[in-house]
Every structure is written in structure tokens, then in C-alpha cells.
């Protein structure tokens, strides 16, 4: 995974005070068919060559507003995970989840499903038949060394609005903002936020000064710390601010999801759906989705109807472990 390589921009800032404000980079998103040969386009800023992680954030896919009726929606089949929580978090439409950890659910606008692989899990998504747009984000979380073999788990969390001086309000789905705390667990210090902001409203953030940032636009056009934004694109933020400044610039509403983390030390590989920390981790997971040589590592799917996703060959030289930029 990784994708070709793209140029980032760190864009002049040009807004009162700009002298002291944070440098923004800006990561543009590529298109990705997503979901094997029922395929579902998707926007993903994150992995890239220039950036692996945002604290642990590894993985950000950004799909929608989707007609159901002209692109099918959503039908991936089961697949695997290893090493990582996937946070399913939705704008517009439904989403049946299910998996081998025995979980039947749904995901909802503003209501958070984080799933932890840990050693192993299998899990279908599937758009519902009432869906008529599909409009959402897929977010993957590395799991530190320590708990790459932890055990599958689940968790759903719904939080309600906060207000936010300024013009707008946020819904705080991992971590702590704004004075508002999700319950959901995470293996290393998070933040996960759906932000709302008014035409033209300025909005000022307090944040952990120990974490890095990333802010995705889902629509509207906001600056990040002075730095413009438009749809799709995802502004980094080093550690070091202790506040953070959106300001909206259109006439209509924006929506962002912000994104946060104490900086994630560790070299990891991201292979199809695995996440490991060596060529021969992927490769072991690999085989044993493929094979019955370990029928309980990833377990079964109930309920969904058709045949699992199956795994793509690994490439002829070694996976290399990437880690944070610099």
C-alpha cells in the first residue's frame, strides 16, 4: 500500500499573525477501487510515501456522497485483519456489519464502530437496502508491539454534540476534546472528532500539545492554521501547538474530521489488509487467511451471503517497514 508517489504542499500563510502559526502540509487524496470485484471508489490520503501516520492513524479513506442506485454501494466480503482497530464512521446512509468476534451491528451517521483485530478477525460490510447515499470515512489505527496479538474486540460509542465557541460543534468519537471524552478504548493516546462549522466561523481548538494532527475536509473550504483546505485534502499539524484555528470561508456550512495522536515510534508494514511489523508477519497471515493451516486465527463470517474476499498475491521482493515522517 502506499500508492505512487505525490508531492505535498506547505502552503504560505497569509492570515494575521502568521508568523507564529504552525506550518500546515497538505496531503491531496487519489482514487482507490475498494472492495474486490463489487469495487466502491474511495479517496485515501493516508497511507502515502511521504506519510505513513498521524499518532496511529495509519489508514484514511474518505467515500461519498454516493448514489446507492447508480454505484451499488457498499458489498465487501469477509476479509481479514490483523495488527490494527478499524473506526467506521458515517455522514450519510447504513452500513451492516459483521464479523468473527460473533458481532452483528450497524453503523450509523454520528455513531462510531471500532473493531480491534488484534492476532486476527474477519468482518463483511455491507451497505443496507434502505441506503440511498453513502457518505463516510474507513479509519485504521496501528496497534503498538506490545498488543499486536491482543484479542478481537468491539466496541460502539454514539456521542452527542458540543458546541464550539466560534460557530460550530463537534462530536468526539476517540479522545478528548473540547471537553467532551469518548469511552471507546485505544491502545495509544487519540483523537477522533467529526467538526461542524458555521458560514464563515472561526473556531479555536484547545489540543494536547504531545500530539500530531490531521484535519480532513469532507466539504467546504477551511483554513487550518491560516493554510487553506478544500474538499478531500487532509492538512497535517506537528506536534507542538496547544490550540488549533479553523476558520470556514464559504457561505455555506463545512465539515471536517480531525485526527490526533502522540507520535507513533514504531516501524510498521501495511500489506492488503494487515498490518505487522516484518515481511514474514504478513506473509504468515497471509497463508493462514488462504489456507485451513489455522482455521481459528481469523475465524468465520455468519451471515453474509457469498464467498470470502481472497487475498492478493504478496509481490516478488520483501515488504519494506515504513515508519512516521520527520
Given at each position: ?29 487519489r ?9 466502491m ?29 447508480g ?92 458546541a ?45 500539545p ?16 491560516g ?21 470556514n ?26 498490518v ?37 498475491e ?5 515488504l ?7
Open positions: 500500500m502506499g500508492g505512487p508517489t505525490v508531492s505535498t504542499a506547505e502552503t504560505d500563510l497569509t492570515e494575521p499573525n502568521a508568523a507564529a502559526a504552525p506550518r500546515v502540509e497538505v496531503l491531496p487524496a482514487d482507490v477501487p475498494l472492495g474486490g470485484p463489487r469495487a471508489t474511495v479517496r485515501r490520503t493516508l497511507p502515502q510515501r511521504s506519510r505513513t501516520l498521524i499518532g496511529a492513524w495509519c489508514f484514511v479513506d474518505h467515500y461519498g456522497p454516493d448514489d446507492v442506485a454505484t451499488g454501494g457498499m458489498d465487501v466480503a469477509p476479509h481479514p485483519h490483523t495488527g490494527l482497530q478499524t473506526v467506521s464512521w458515517l455522514f450519510t446512509g447504513e452500513i451492516e456489519h459483521r464479523d468473527s468476534h460473533g458481532v452483528h451491528a450497524y453503523v450509523r451517521p454520528g455513531e462510531v464502530n471500532l473493531m480491534t483485530s488484534g492476532h486476527g478477525i474477519a468482518h463483511s460490510e455491507v451497505s443496507t437496502p434502505d441506503t440511498t447515499v453513502l457518505h463516510g470515512v474507513q479509519l485504521w489505527i496501528a496497534l503498538p508491539a506490545e498488543h499486536l496479538h491482543t484479542a478481537r474486540d468491539f466496541h460502539h460509542h454514539a456521542p452527542a454534540p458540543v464550539l465557541d466560534g460557530g460550530g460543534e463537534a462530536r468526539v468519537f476517540l479522545g478528548t476534546l473540547a471537553g467532551d471524552t469518548s469511552p471507546v478504548p485505544t491502545f495509544t493516546p487519540l483523537l477522533g472528532a467529526e467538526i461542524h462549522l458555521r458560514p464563515h466561523a472561526t473556531v479555536t481548538l484547545d489540543v494536547d504531545a500530539f500530531e494532527h490531521g484535519l480532513l475536509v469532507d466539504h467546504g473550504d477551511i483554513r487550518l492554521a493554510t487553506p483546505l478544500r474538499r478531500a485534502e487532509l492538512g497535517y499539524l506537528a506536534p507542538g501547538p496547544t490550540t488549533i484555528t479553523l476558520t470561508t464559504t457561505d455555506d456550512d463545512a465539515r471536517a474530521v480531525l485526527l490526533g495522536g502522540t507520535p507513533f515510534e514504531e516501524q510498521i508494514i501495511m500489506w492488503w489488509n494487515f505487522g511489523r516484518s515481511h514474514e508477519d504478513v506473509t504468515r497471515a497471509r497463508e493462514e487467511w488462504m489456507s485451513s493451516a489455522n482455521p481459528d486465527r481469523f475465524g468465520a463470517v455468519e451471515g453474509y451471503p457469498g464467498d470470502r474476499l481472497p487475498a492478493p504478496l509481490p516478488s521482493i520483501p519494506k517497514a515504513r515508519g512516521r515522517a520527520r
